[in-house]
């Protein structure tokens, strides 16, 4: 059975990074793209980045970029979303989805091409 799961969520205080996981079971990780989605508190979930995990190409939402960056361990089933400079404003639950796929871009920031889902981790920005 395909499984995703999150781990990393924390409180920090602005300007202060944090390291999320996607731990992937379950399937051929390489086949797919993984996209990271976020859900504030009455907000819609909203794609900030995806990666093709068979040739590395990366796509990021202009909210995120320059500071978020999305990586595999080598030779692992875990893929990563480095988090750089984090504001308040980057506060809320953060998602992990796989789609099979081979590519990178503006589709897969949308979150209803997705049928593989983790269960979220909770990121909160505060002083």
């Known amino acids: 059975q395909a499984q995703l799961v999150e781990s990393g969520g924390d409180l920090v205080q602005p300007g202060g990074s944090l390291r999320l996981s996607c731990a992937a079971s379950?399937?051929?990780?390489?086949?797919?793209?993984i996209g990271w989605f976020r859900q504030a508190p009455g907000k819609e979930r909203a794609g900030i980045g995806c990666?093709?995990?068979?040739?590395?190409?990366?796509f990021y939402a202009s909210s995120v970029k320059g500071r978020f960056t999305i990586s595999r361990g080598n030779g692992e089933n875990t893929v990563y979303l480095q988090m750089n400079n984090l504001e308040p404003e980057d506060t809320a639950v953060y998602y992990c989805?796989?789609?099979?796929?081979?590519?990178?871009?503006?589709?897969?920031?949308?979150?209803?091409?997705?049928?593989?889902w983790g269960q979220g981790t909770q990121v909160t920005v505060s002083s």
């Open positions: 379950g399937f051929e990780l390489g086949l797919y793209v």
């Open positions: 990666m093709s995990i068979s040739n590395g190409r990366t």
């Open positions: 989805a796989a789609l099979r796929s081979n590519t990178a871009g503006p589709y897969y920031l949308n979150p209803k091409v997705y049928r593989i």
